[in-house]
């Protein structure tokens, strides 16, 4: 009951998806999908969805729940599947609008619309008019606006086919996580005669539920749909992901107003404003009507769908499901629309230096050109094929594929991402907080102990224990599951447990930190409330404890040797429950948090949770990856400091919540870098850990799976949990683990880190790349009587060097790379491109002498020959920047790509080499290069290699960092 990491989940209750599933993410044309969602036309759908949302709700407020029952063309009898069934094919399944994967045409054409493409377009068409529409009939060639078509089809190609498997693969992922919501129906009942139907409380799929059904609603849940309560029980809910309000609010059920005719008194919409036609879809309900005074969110018998239950329990009546709630209408107006992340961000600005760099660097080129040259034309057409080679073209298709790789890979090591940029923030983490149990330990509690107040094992104690797990039937967590199970064993055959009577129950919660259950024995003339919790908290409302079976007051001096009792279990590595009764004469049938007093103290129950095997070799291996691990519990510091040192987890410091609760912001800040331990933690305590963590500057992982790890999961850069968690915990995550384990998350973090490198890799090879051929283009332009390339020639060498990227999402990344946390920095781009651009440079003006010099291209009769040296040694040199890039080492010799990435950039260099030697040569303006060139090509590329290689490791030496 104490700890918040200590909930047992279904492993079939699992949360509802989050709103939306965000596509692929990085295409620079997004700016253009942004506009056409224009947020004034967003806002008025939103507003007018929210007020006729709002009334429906209202409607079915202000009636009685026979009522709705009737509206809703059903009985007091549960629903049976068959009638189920036959209303979900009347009302459809309970999903709510989400971002699904467009048609395949739909998908092609957004392959096609980025600013990239306009630009190859743009320039085509300017090719198709100067060179085909109005030029002379014996100057008329279609050989620069086939090569740009060419290129902007491979292009799409390439984004198309890659983003399509990658959606495919995005949705069979989603299968992964299921949603069930816990429904009474009627059943047939084996036992029964005649095969009667009886209600039972069975999981059903979310997506099955249906106007007319029952739900039961305990802590911990998602609300599955829009319900109307029948009864309700402390209900607290939490309706921040509709209000941003952070505190819960309470839902009841006034007196008389579950059944008659009518509103109770009580009821919060007045007579005249009820009303019982046709909600949205056809669904019956309350429609328009005048709008009531109150929000709509303050209706206290209206639980929202996707909205949490915080504590308490309660059963509801579906009144509208999937986009006919008020979730769903909102869902179905903004789905699609959110905020871009740092990392998205960082990709379009990239993006749009280059553009901007584009459009200063060309019309210098076209100027350069036209005024030494004087042929304005072919100086206009060679600056249009700069442009091209300057575009990144598979920017959006590297970015969307390494993205949607890493998601895929990260599934099978049982690592779902539910937000795809998530893995960009999983690779960027340094600091983890994660709770201990099941993380640090085995997940599988035992009842090792069960005490009386005097430290004696004693049957009775478990006896109390037994009836307070048993008999609830609020949030169980898996303490209550090893109660039942050492009960079974060690009492079965207890007639008296089984005899009670349940008369009511007080659930728990998280500032009581205890449950009680009231039960009544036939023929007894009292109620007896039991109770189990926290230490603490069930001392404060103790003022007796058994003693030789009799009951004696609680001294001081008692409280200060029940204290050591438990610590002592502590120290052994047990958790500690306290557990105590009250015999109360039966003037009442409900019972509340105030009648939780006076109790006397039977005993103490101990349980113990062994530390996971993996946990120590896994702590290693995160700390090898530079992430600092930080255990944040609602369990006590003396058996998290046990596990903690069981695990090989060295403990810099613990800081309990009472000590956080008086701290400032800026004090907490200052202690948190020195703390490993954050024992006995409330949840809003753990959401400003998290906080004064980030404004160190860490990128900050949180795993938890408990109702309380919500608000830290949001606030975490990336939230994780698992696949058993709560479902307010699944809902709150960023990424999902189907087995929770240290092991797991090391490897999420190792594909994160991988996925991040190839994106910057392909970025910086772009950026270096593109800025030394401007630079080569510009000194060949002011020096040479003719084009040092024609505009064909350059486009042709462009798509094959772009070809020979596209294996990059397949290359590994180097360990030492692993090692350490990776952050978008978009400043490191210019200056790697400042450093390295213009070492290509260098060997293409000694590839410019040699061609002048030795071969003798030097007048306007030999241009093809100059130009054919140029485009190899440019092609090849290009290519070998993949491998010169993708590594801080030495490529070939300590560190080698990818067998992809060898064989795509081996055959592109191959094919630069034979395109002058082949038919296509005369095409395009080339011609055979002598044998002696390729000596001279050798040299240069090693040389190219060698002056790489040093500059790299200057460059490392003074900012610490290659890619």
């Not at 509690?445 to 307070?468: F, K, P, T």
């Not at 795509?904 to 260099?909: E, F, N, Q, R, Y």
Request: proline share 5%; glycine share 8%.
């Amino acid at each position: 009951m104490e700890a918040d990491d200590d909930m047992i989940h279904s492993e079939d209750s699992v949360p509802p998806s989050a709103p939306s599933v965000r596509a692929v993410p990085g295409s620079p044309g997004s700016w253009l999908l942004h506009w056409l969602r224009r947020p004034d036309v967003s806002k008025h759908l939103v507003e007018q969805a929210e007020q006729e949302a709002g009334r429906h709700l209202a409607g079915w407020a202000g009636q009685s729940i026979d009522e709705v029952r009737a509206q809703l063309g059903g009985s007091a009898e549960p629903l049976s599947d068959i009638e189920a069934a036959e209303r979900l094919s009347r009302y459809g399944p309970n999903q709510i609008a989400q971002e699904k994967s467009p048609a395949w045409y739909l998908q092609l054409l957004r392959a096609f619309i980025n600013p990239f493409n306009a630009i190859l377009v743009l320039l085509g068409t300017v090719s198709l008019v100067m060179d085909v529409i109005v030029a002379a009939p014996q100057d008329r060639t279609w050989k620069t606006v086939i090569t740009m078509s060419v290129m902007v089809l491979v292009a799409v190609a390439l984004r198309f086919s890659q983003e399509f498997r990658s959606n495919r693969a995005a949705e069979k992922l989603k299968a992964l996580v299921h949603t069930t919501a816990t429904v009474i129906r009627r059943l047939t009942d084996p036992q029964a005669a005649g095969g009667a139907m009886t209600p039972q409380q069975v999981e059903r799929p979310m997506s099955c539920l249906v106007p007319g059904d029952l739900v039961h609603l305990s802590a911990g849940d998602m609300v599955p749909a829009d319900v109307r309560l029948v009864r309700a029980k402390d209900l607290m809910i939490s309706q921040a992901m509709l209000t941003g309000e952070a505190m819960p609010v309470e839902k009841t059920v006034p007196e008389g107003a579950a059944h008659g005719a009518g509103a109770s008194p009580h009821s919060d919409i007045p007579a005249d404003d009820r009303s019982g036609p046709v909600s949205p879809g056809g669904v019956p309900g309350a429609t328009s009507g005048p709008a009531t005074a109150i929000s709509v969110f303050d209706l206290p018998t209206i639980c929202f769908m996707g909205t949490s239950v915080i504590s308490g329990s309660a059963v509801g009546l579906v009144v509208a499901t999937g986009s006919h709630t008020y979730f769903g209408v909102m869902a179905k107006t903004l789905v699609g629309q959110h905020v871009e992340t740092s990392f998205e961000k960082g990709v379009n600005r990239v993006s749009w230096v280059l553009i901007r760099f584009m459009m200063v660097m060309v019309p210098i080129v076209f100027l350069l050109n036209g005024f030494i040259k004087g042929a304005w034309l072919d100086a206009f057409m060679f600056s249009v094929a700069v442009a091209v080679g300057l575009i990144p073209e598979m920017l959006p298709m590297i970015v969307s594929t390494n993205l949607a790789k890493g998601a895929i890979v990260m599934a099978r090591r049982k690592c779902v991402v539910k937000r795809i940029n998530a893995i960009q923030n999983i690779g960027a983490m340094d600091v983890l907080c994660t709770d201990k149990t099941g993380t640090l330990t085995q997940d599988q509690i035992i009842l090792e102990r069960y005490l009386d107040a005097e430290g004696i094992e004693d049957e009775a104690v478990l006896s109390y224990a037994y009836l307070n797990s048993a008999y609830q039937t609020g949030l169980k967590n898996l303490m209550d599951v090893a109660v039942i199970r050492r009960a079974k064993a060690i009492l079965a055959g207890r007639q008296d447990l089984k005899d009670q009577l349940k008369v009511d129950e007080v659930p728990f919660d998280f500032q009581r930190r205890r449950m009680s259950v009231v039960l009544s024995r036939p023929g007894s003339a009292g109620h007896q409330m039991i109770c189990k919790g926290a230490v603490e908290e069930m001392l404060a409302i103790c003022t007796r404890m058994l003693k030789g079976g009799h009951p004696v007051a609680i001294d001081d001096a008692e409280r200060e040797r029940i204290r050591a009792h438990v610590a002592s279990l502590n120290e052994d590595g047990m958790r500690a429950l306290l557990v105590a009764y009250r015999d109360i004469m039966p003037t009442q049938s409900q019972y509340g948090k105030s009648d939780e007093r006076d109790l006397i103290l039977v005993g103490y129950i101990g349980f113990l949770d062994p530390p996971k095997d993996s946990v120590k070799p896994a702590l290693h291996a995160l700390r090898v990856l530079g992430i600092q691990v930080k255990v944040i519990t609602g369990d006590s510091d003396i058996v998290t400091r046990r596990v903690c040192s069981q695990v090989g987890l060295e403990i810099g410091g613990v800081l309990l919540g009472a000590d956080i609760e008086r701290l400032t912001d800026a004090d907490l800040a200052n202690r948190v870098e020195a703390t490993t331990i954050f024992a006995r933690q409330s949840p809003a305590q753990k959401s400003r850990i998290i906080r004064a963590l980030k404004s160190h500057g860490h990128t900050v992982g949180f795993l938890g799976d408990g109702i309380n790890d919500a608000a830290a999961l949001r606030e975490a850069d990336v939230g994780i949990s698992v696949d058993t968690a709560v479902d307010i915990a699944k809902e709150s995550a960023d990424i999902i683990l189907l087995e929770k384990d240290l092991v797991v998350l090391q490897q999420g973090v190792e594909i994160g880190r991988t996925i991040f490198g190839n994106i910057i890799k392909y970025i910086k090879m772009t950026a270096s790349s593109n800025f030394g051929n401007v630079f080569s283009i510009l000194v060949a332009s002011a020096f040479l009587p003719f084009l040092p390339m024609l505009a064909v020639q350059l486009l042709i060498q462009n798509l094959l060097y772009d070809f020979s990227q596209i294996s990059i999402p397949w290359d590994r990344v180097d360990e030492d790379y692993l090692r350490v946390p990776r952050k978008w920095d978009a400043s490191s781009i210019t200056k790697f491109m400042i450093f390295i651009g213009p070492i290509s440079s260098i060997f293409d003006i000694t590839t410019f002498c040699v061609m002048w010099f030795v071969f003798g291209a030097n007048s306007p009769e030999k241009q093809a020959l100059f130009q054919s040296g140029w485009f190899v040694e440019g092609l090849l040199s290009q290519t070998l920047i993949v491998h010169m890039i993708r590594t801080q080492k030495i490529p070939f010799v300590t560190s080698s790509a990818t067998l992809p990435v060898l064989l795509l950039t081996g055959t592109i260099m191959a094919v630069g080499i034979a395109i002058p030697f082949t038919p296509l040569a005369g095409a395009i303006g080339l011609q055979a290069l002598p044998a002696s060139y390729f000596a001279w090509l050798a040299a240069t590329l090693l040389g190219y290699c060698v002056l790489t290689q040093v500059v790299k490791a200057w460059y490392i030496r003074i900012y610490k960092v290659w890619l």
